[in-house]
């Protein structure tokens, strides 16, 4: 597999070390609470998240949908922002199954960056009456690191955590890439944590397990998710084959993922040099690179570099391009990218 994928981090492969440790897994069945390596990795998860207890799921999709099911009552209010996953990239699934209504904020623009949000933003979308005309707010949730690949500072996550408790709503987060935050942030997932009620993780994403991600928060609303994963079909039974592959995760390649971003980083920087090229690197904050070309056809471009072995995702509408780093670009691969852009602009 030697070709450079920059489409997602989504699709990484397991590490041999993963693949060895699936394939030695002591199983049991994990729809009977038996399995000794599914315990193993939701304790891990949840004494490195800090919460009491943690749930593997099948995706974070389930994850964060299993979140809406057990905060939230049927016609309940979730506050939301629309450029997030749940909105964009869970096929409406928030209404489907647990019925609620979603309040979104609309990020603006600030200091030279698109969709900045404040707490502000949220607070104001929560209902405050008890009119029988008005919906209940039930749920605030956001992400973190971002889907635009920015990262709310822990101060950020400080006020969230005020207003959800001076209106009483709690906050689920999105952190499909929570140790990503936490490596821009340079603090311990935990203290992340610490400012919500409830968070998924993925563990498939830039930490290379094959399947798999996590929900955690307290040890009654874990009981619940529990129940909950069962009636959408998630319940697994010898799941510890895919647990063997998360525990890898959290163990050896959370710590890693800072190198993705330095690769990010040395891209972006390198992309900034050439003039045919419209980015701010210092907007690169995780493992995410956004720009725009100028006077270049991009889907020539896309093309010419898939002839190299290069992959990336077709520029959104307006014509911007997301090149995502992982545990497979090392520097070298990096490199090459950047050197075969450079021969498709000459
Ligand atoms: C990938 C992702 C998810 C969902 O994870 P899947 O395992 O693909 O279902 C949720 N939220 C965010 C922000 C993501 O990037």
New binding site residues.
């Given amino acids: 597999m030697d070709f450079i994928d920059l489409r997602?981090d989504?699709v990484t492969w397991p590490t041999e070390d993963m693949r060895s440790a699936m394939a030695n897994a002591v199983v049991g069945d994990d729809v009977w609470g038996d399995d000794p390596t599914v315990i193993e990795l939701e304790k891990l998860a949840a004494r490195i998240v800090g919460t009491e207890a943690a749930l593997f799921v099948?995706?974070?999709?389930?994850?964060?949908q299993l979140a809406l099911l057990t905060h939230c009552k049927r016609g309940g209010e979730v506050v939301i922002d629309d450029d997030?996953?749940?909105i964009q990239?869970?096929a409406g699934a928030g209404a489907l199954i647990s019925g609620v209504q979603m309040r979104c904020v609309t990020g603006i623009e600030k200091d030279g960056k698109t969709n900045v949000l404040e707490p502000s933003m949220f607070e104001a979308k929560i209902r405050r009456s008890k009119d029988i005309h008005e919906p209940e707010t039930t749920l605030i949730t956001y992400?973190n690191?971002?889907?635009c690949g920015r990262v709310f500072p822990l101060s950020f996550m400080e006020e969230m955590k005020e207003i959800s408790i001076k209106h009483q709503v709690p906050i689920h987060l999105?952190?499909?890439?929570l140790f990503n935050a936490a490596a821009t942030l340079g603090v311990d997932a935990k203290e992340i944590v610490k400012k919500v009620d409830s968070v998924?993780f993925?563990l498939?994403?830039g930490l290379c397990a094959p399947i798999?991600?996590i929900l955690a928060g307290k040890a009654d609303f874990i009981e619940k998710a529990k129940w909950n994963r069962k009636i959408l079909g998630g319940a697994m039974r010898q799941s510890g084959v895919l647990a063997a592959a998360g525990i890898l995760a959290l163990k050896e390649m959370a710590p890693k993922l800072k190198d993705d971003h330095s690769n990010a980083h040395y891209i972006a920087n390198e992309l900034a040099k050439m003039e045919h090229v419209v980015i701010d690197p210092s907007h690169v904050e995780i493992n995410m690179v956004f720009f725009k070309f100028k006077g270049v056809n991009t889907d020539s471009l896309v093309d010419y570099l898939g002839t190299k072995g290069i992959k990336v995702g077709s520029p959104a509408p307006d014509g911007t391009m997301r090149f995502v780093t992982h545990h497979w670009i090392t520097l070298e691969k990096a490199k090459k990218v950047v050197e075969e852009i450079k021969n498709f602009i000459s």
Avoid: L
């Fill in positions: 997602s989504t099948p995706s974070g999709t389930m994850g964060n997030c996953h749940i990239h869970e992400e690191a971002r889907s999105d952190g499909a890439r998924m993925c498939s994403k798999g991600s």
